[in-house]
């Protein structure tokens, strides 16, 4: 059997609980819909770190952050080892193509730089805004080009027209891609910025979800009491209540982000069917981290682990090859994805990394209820006090099955949730003397699974001395 394509989506900022066929009927997302029923989604994907960088760090070397040696958002450079999954994808002989959002090194007053990636045709756009010098960010030049103002457009009441939007460039982008005649087996990696704040989905999009009708945040006004408590732990934005916050109007314009990228991705998959390549090609469809959209009383993301910041959709579809309509809810890592697109496109998975192949379960050869026995996250000093206001925190995350530990360790503080009792981490136990016992064993887990997972010893060894 020929090596098949990779068509691999990631959104940014992205919930895991934002897709009709995955339980919410609030959402509009006909396409992702059929993504489920027809292919194999995991329902309790983690990524391994809340913020952009470190975690696409993560999942494009195979390593947790700590151990990529890149934790932080704002980075001068990127290490020159390990090599990048798609540069080794790449030199198997794909042809690797990224259209939008990259965020390996910092694009903060500066273009991206390149990094020796594996992309032979690079459509590069990060945030849509209107400060890039010409020649610097494809996106705000194709803007431009058809004598727009992204600036203007974004900060009028009609918000970017959908023609104009980042999100429906990244399909003609994609669309383009996948009309090219080629021998080659290919990659394509689209990274929309959606449903990344600000929240500023066009108007025919925010006209479809009105705030009235949302169901609101996981929140409880004890939050507050728990969010004060952790004020001194960097985040974007103060704790506040949802009345203050308004957080169903921002619901409705996140749902409507989602409902445009759900729009936008059915062009793409319509190219593939009408260029005849959807049967040998591989979907993917996933987000870098989530967005706590009022949970708690937070808005955006920082050092915390709750669900919705941590827990990203993760769904795979190859109609006649993989199992279909198959929710799996074993504990999985976005490292895990890293390694099953190698393990998919035929590159031998490296002993240095870290995530397991799903392959299994897509074959349908393993009923994915249990992957990992546990999943980690990290944030050490990811963003820059300008956002938080903080001073550096550093925290880390370790969840089973059934509870979740996270510790801010430069603050002396820490969350423990049961979550088969508490889904939604309303009653912190860390505190509680009846769960003394399994917080220490947890906090001892997790200890040994950072030691283990993050050290980095050097070289290879080539003698006993």
């Excluded at 090596?3 to 609030?26: E, V």
């Excluded at 029923?37 to 952009?52: L, M, N, W």
């Excluded at 103002?149 to 939007?165: G, I, K, N, Q």
Aim: proline share 7%; net charge negative; with cysteine.
């Amino acid at each position: 059997m020929s090596r098949p394509n990779i068509l691999w989506y990631c959104t940014d900022q992205q919930r895991f609980d934002t897709i009709g066929a995955l339980g919410n009927p609030y959402v509009k997302t006909p396409t992702l819909d059929r993504l489920v029923e027809e292919g194999v989604a995991f329902t309790h994907a983690y990524c391994q770190s809340p913020i952009c960088t470190p975690s696409r760090a993560s999942f494009m070397t195979g390593l947790y952050p700590s151990r990529a040696r890149n934790t932080r958002n704002g980075n001068d450079t990127f290490p020159d080892s390990p090599p990048l999954i798609s540069k080794l994808i790449a030199d198997s002989g794909y042809v690797c193509g990224l259209i939008g959002k990259f965020h390996l090194v910092s694009a903060g007053e500066r273009p991206e730089p390149r990094l020796d990636d594996g992309f032979s045709y690079w459509q590069h756009s990060h945030a849509p805004r209107d400060d890039w010098p010409e020649g610097t960010h494809v996106y705000a030049d194709w803007v431009r080009a058809k004598g727009r103002d992204l600036d203007a457009m974004r900060s009028s009441e009609e918000r970017v027209d959908p023609e104009f939007h980042q999100t429906k460039w990244a399909s003609d982008c994609a669309i383009e891609f996948l009309s090219e005649k080629r021998d080659e087996p290919w990659l394509l990696n689209i990274n929309v910025y959606d449903p990344h704040p600000p929240f500023i989905p066009p108007a025919e999009y925010a006209g479809r979800f009105n705030a009235e009708n949302m169901p609101g945040p996981h929140f409880k006004p004890s939050d507050l009491d728990t969010q004060r408590e952790l004020s001194r732990v960097d985040f974007q934005g103060d704790p506040m209540s949802p009345e203050n916050c308004d957080a169903k109007e921002m619901q409705a314009k996140y749902y409507a982000m989602i409902a445009q990228i759900d729009d936008q991705f059915a062009r793409i998959l319509k190219a593939l069917d009408d260029t005849g390549q959807r049967e040998n090609t591989v979907i993917v469809f996933t987000s870098d981290h989530g967005e706590t959209l009022g949970d708690h009383g937070l808005m955006r993301k920082g050092c915390r682990f709750y669900e919705g910041l941590t827990r990203v959709p993760l769904i795979f579809s190859w109609p006649g090859k993989f199992a279909g309509s198959r929710q799996s809810n074993g504990l999985v890592e976005l490292l895990d994805l890293s390694a099953t697109l190698l393990a998919l496109t035929g590159v031998e998975i490296p002993e240095y990394h870290q995530g397991h192949s799903l392959v299994p379960v897509l074959w349908g050869e393993n009923s994915g209820s249990v992957i990992r026995e546990s999943v980690r996250c990290e944030y050490f000093d990811a963003l820059d006090s300008h956002f938080t206001g903080g001073d550096g925190s550093f925290g880390t995350m370790y969840r089973t099955d059934r509870y979740k530990l996270s510790i801010y360790h430069d603050k002396n503080l820490g969350e423990l949730y049961d979550l088969q009792e508490d889904p939604w981490e309303f009653e912190n136990l860390w505190d509680d003397p009846g769960h003394a016992e399994l917080k220490s064993g947890l906090i001892f887990e997790s200890f040994n699974a950072h030691v283990n997972l993050t050290t980095d010893v050097g070289s290879k060894r080539i003698a006993p001395m």
